[in-house]
Structure formats: C-alpha cells, structure tokens
C-alpha cells in the first residue's frame, strides 16, 4: 500500500523558514502529482501548491513565499515556506494525485506545525 | 479563481438514514470535483473524483453527482464510521480550492 508521510519541525519561529518533507514508499515519485495541503485550527482547507512532471504551480495567496521541490533519489517532496507567522500555524498534508483529472487519492496524516516564538 | 460553497455547515442525520451534502462553484467546473472525507488524528480520505466515480476501496453507500456549477455528495443507509467532517474540492484550474466543510453529526 502507498504510503505518505510528512515530517519535519513541530515548531517554527516567526519570520524564519517552515520546511517539512513528505516520505512515499509504494510508489516512485515520478508516477504522480504532488500537492501540498494545510488546515489551520478551526478552518477548512487550504491548497499550498503542486508539483508535477518537473513543473510547479503555487496558491497565488502563498507563492511569493513557496518552495515544492522532489528529490525522487530519496522518493521525498519537500515544502519550503518562508518568513512564516502566527498564520501559518497548521497541519501540513502531501497527497499524491495520478493526473490532471483525478482527485488527491493518498494523502499523509499531516504534521502540526506551530510558528511562535 | 473559483470559490467552492458547501451547504449545510453542519447537517444531523439518523443512523441506517440518506444524508445530501450539497457543494456549489463559482463558475463552471465541468466535472473536476472531488469528495474527501475527514476525521481527526487521521488522513484525509478521496470518496468521489469526477463528480461522480468511487475511489479504490470506498463503499458503494458514497455516490456522487453533478457537473457544470452543483454537485452532490449522498451517503446512504448511514454507519457509524460515517460520521465527520466532508470537503469538496475542485481541480478544474489553479489554484485548486476547497469547500469550507459539511459536518456531518449523529442525530
């Protein structure tokens, strides 16, 4: 079974770098679309950004701030987001999507990030 | 680019009984919509892509329907299991966006 793993630090300063990795195993990267999902406490959904076919394409809300790279030696997708705030504060997902037209069909349980001081 | 509005909010249904949840676009979508459902603690599962086809594994109960601006999520014969949190979801162009959330309640 594919799985989807997201690691990194559980707590980020403001205005420093929030840099999380999603681990696949079942799978190499170079079958699917990767996206970055987040949901800040009490709200729904956010859409960070996709990386497919060695192209990206970010929230245009984020993407000033936004780094999604694959490293697919490692079967790893990487999110970097910059000069973070109390904002940014969220459970950061990876899901794998198969196509253009498909839903995200595996996603990671999330890792909660917390940006304080 | 494209909202997505769910309604209701919150919605109590009875076990064994159908619950609608309902999701509407901005604009036209054609049939790129997804239906994901939510629990706490636990990854965020695909139910519906294309408007209308089940995902790998996901229980014939989940139907979806719909296409152009409204799309429907039905849950019938409800289970215990059933109950949490559901996002729709559109991929039609980027930015993707999501629902602000149905959540479905024991009645």
């Known amino acids: 079974q594919a799985l989807r793993q997201e690691s990194g630090p559980r707590l980020v300063k403001p205005s420093e770098t929030l840099s999380l990795t999603c681990s696949v195993s079942g799978g190499s990267t170079s079958r699917y679309y990767w996206n970055w999902i987040r949901q800040s406490p009490g709200k729904g959904l956010e859409w960070i950004g996709i990386?497919?076919?060695?192209?990206?394409n970010y929230n245009p809300s984020l993407k000033s701030r936004i780094t999604i790279s694959v490293d697919s030696s490692k079967n790893q997708i990487s999110l970097n987001l910059r000069s973070v705030t109390a904002a940014d504060t969220a459970i950061y997902y990876c899901?794998?999507?198969?196509?253009?037209?498909?839903?995200?069909?595996?996603w990671g349980q999330g890792t909660l990030v917390t940006v304080s001081s | 680019e494209t909202l997505m509005t769910q309604s209701p909010a919150t919605l109590s249904v009875s076990p064994g009984e159908r619950a609608t949840l309902s999701c509407r676009a901005s604009e036209s979508i054609d049939n790129n919509v997804a239906w994901y459902q939510l629990k706490p603690g636990q990854a965020p599962r695909l139910l519906i892509y294309g408007a209308s086809t089940r995902a790998t594994g996901i229980s014939a109960r989940f139907s979806g329907s719909g296409s152009g601006t409204e799309f429907t999520l039905t849950i019938s014969s409800l289970q215990s299991e059933d109950f949490a949190v559901y996002y729709c979801q559109h991929y039609n162009t980027w930015p993707y966006t999501f629902g602000q959330g149905t959540s479905l309640e024991i009645k």
């Open positions: 990386y497919y076919s060695g192209s990206t």
């Open positions: 899901a794998s999507q198969r196509g253009y037209a498909y839903g995200f069909d595996s």
